[in-house]
């Protein structure tokens, strides 16, 4: 007898980071922004007739499109929009990793990557970072099916620079590259200016992290219009009306006010500066921060240990308990005040443990 059970796909899931709901809790776990929204997307917002509602949203995105397309000056046929960049993602790993070799990606990165394969069915190789967590680029030299890393990286924070990914393009010419640019903007190079040169570069951005709209669900890719064409062939094969009518007109009139954006940015790499010195001066170590995150190690007091006391009052930060990366933290950068209760607490803390 056959059972129902034998063909159920069987897969691994990600698990997102834990989403309390505490009164002054301090969530520097999901590398959230601290800050709210532009003051422009509320107006928006507050104008919005609720008889939007009744009508499916335009299937094309057509307003977030043209005004993505505008924003980064590009061609509107060379943006594809999804349900935050992990939708996107997704679809980009369906559309374009079906060879039947490997894809290429780093050991330590976002773990998302090794489920997407899974549940797709894609074969995947892991390429370990260096000792420092660096991409060596030549790891990514051979045959394969495709490439794909965020940069900076996660949970390492690293950026690399744009160099590397000139060198990776040209060794893979006959293969889809994904630069998963999630953290680009808290510091880093886009790799943007490469995509009218490679054809075969897609970058993929997304509102949760720099535009404070993780809860609104907007993500991007930039390319080759025929990657767009593909991507979006493979959306209208699943789902026509992914973007629905508050992702379109919040996605699109956030991008007008880069003056906040900015503010934003800057005041998040200053709270980056100042917890990178208080960290250092409390013993921690950690390769130089180019993400709205810190990667933290303590050598002489276990980050499991770390996590648990920081949980306890209330200060959520990420742990990985996984090869290589057991001994760190993940901690997002809050707002000044979050920080320096964060930093009073850990030098109370190990101070008491001395
Ligand atoms: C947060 C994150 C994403 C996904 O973000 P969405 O909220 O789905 O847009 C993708 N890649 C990396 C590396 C991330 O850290």
Request: charged content about 25%.
């Amino acid at each position: 007898m056959k059972n129902w059970r034998d063909n159920i796909r069987k897969v691994v899931p990600y698990t997102p980071g834990e989403q309390p709901k505490k009164e002054g809790m301090i969530k520097l776990n999901t590398n959230e922004n601290p800050y709210p929204p532009s003051p422009s997307v509320r107006k928006r917002l507050e104008e919005m007739s609720v008889d939007t509602l009744r009508l499916y949203p335009d299937p094309t995105a057509g307003v977030l499109v043209r005004a993505l397309a505008d924003h980064y000056g590009v061609q509107d046929d060379q943006v594809f929009v999804g349900v935050g960049s992990d939708d996107v993602l997704a679809m980009a790993f369906m559309t374009f990793f079906n060879s039947d070799r490997p894809i290429f990606f780093p050991d330590i990165t976002y773990s998302f990557y090794p489920v997407w394969a899974d549940v797709f069915r894609i074969g995947y190789e892991t390429k370990a970072l260096d000792k420092d967590f660096r991409i060596r680029p030549e790891d990514y030299y051979g045959e394969n099916g495709g490439v794909i890393f965020p940069n900076p990286n996660a949970p390492t924070s690293i950026l690399e620079p744009l160099d590397l990914i000139r060198d990776i393009l040209e060794h893979n010419r006959d293969v889809v590259v994904i630069v998963d640019e999630a953290y680009i903007d808290f510091g880093g190079v886009s790799a943007l200016e490469l995509v009218n040169e490679y054809d075969n570069l897609l970058v993929v951005r997304t509102y949760s992290k720099s535009r404070s709209m993780a809860g609104l669900r907007v993500g991007f890719a930039i390319g080759h219009p025929d990657l767009i064409k593909a991507l979006n062939d493979v959306k209208y094969s699943f789902n026509s009306y992914t973007m629905d009518a508050f992702s379109l007109a919040l996605g699109a009139e956030t991008l007008k006010d880069t003056g906040y954006f900015e503010e934003c940015m800057e005041k998040i790499i200053r709270t980056r500066a100042w917890t990178a010195k208080e960290l250092t001066r409390l013993g921690f170590v950690f390769p130089e921060p180019m993400a709205n995150f810190i990667f933290a190690s303590h050598p002489d007091i276990p980050a499991e240990e770390l996590f648990a006391r920081l949980r306890e009052q209330d200060i959520y930060v990420r742990y990985f308990p996984l090869p290589r990366i057991d001994n760190y933290l993940r901690i997002t950068i809050g707002t000044d005040e979050q920080m320096k209760t964060l930093i009073r607490f850990l030098e109370k803390y190990i101070n008491g443990r001395k």
